[in-house]
């Protein structure tokens, strides 16, 4: 059974960091890329960074970009997300997310959540002013 495990989560207050990572067990079929994303309470989910298996790629959404870094430990298999400078708006639930099929550019097809077949359980973010 295909799974990705997220843990790290908790709660900051701004400028603080967090780093999220995402475990991706049982997987039989390869996986080609690995999203970010987050959903606060009343938005529609969003897409916060994506990494390609095959280059190791990445793209941010905007509001992150210069904040979060995205990279994997690609031989256990566990991406990490490390969040720097955090703000009250990163609050939210944070998804990582495993695409069977390619895409590219990842920048391109990696933020939008239709791409992605497999989802972890959540894990909640909060940042506090």
């Known amino acids: 059974q295909p799974q990705l495990v997220e843990s790290g989560g908790g709660s900051v207050h701004t400028g603080g960091s967090l780093t999220l990572s995402c475990a991706v067990v049982g997987f039989t079929e390869p996986v080609y890329m690995i999203g970010w994303f987050r959903q606060a309470p009343g938005k529609e989910r969003e897409g916060v960074s994506v990494i390609a298996i095959s280059d190791y790629s990445t793209s941010y959404a905007d509001s992150v970009k210069g904040r979060f870094t995205l990279t994997g430990d690609f031989a256990r298999k566990t991406f990490f997300l490390q969040m720097d400078s955090l703000k009250p708006e990163d609050t939210g639930d944070y998804y990582c997310?495993?695409?069977?099929?390619?895409?590219?550019?990842?920048?391109?097809?990696?933020?939008?959540?239709?791409?992605?077949?497999?989802w972890g359980q959540g894990i909640q973010v909060t940042v506090s002013s």
């Open positions: 997310a495993a695409a069977g099929r390619s895409y590219y550019p990842v920048a391109q097809y990696g933020h939008h959540p239709e791409v992605y077949d497999y």
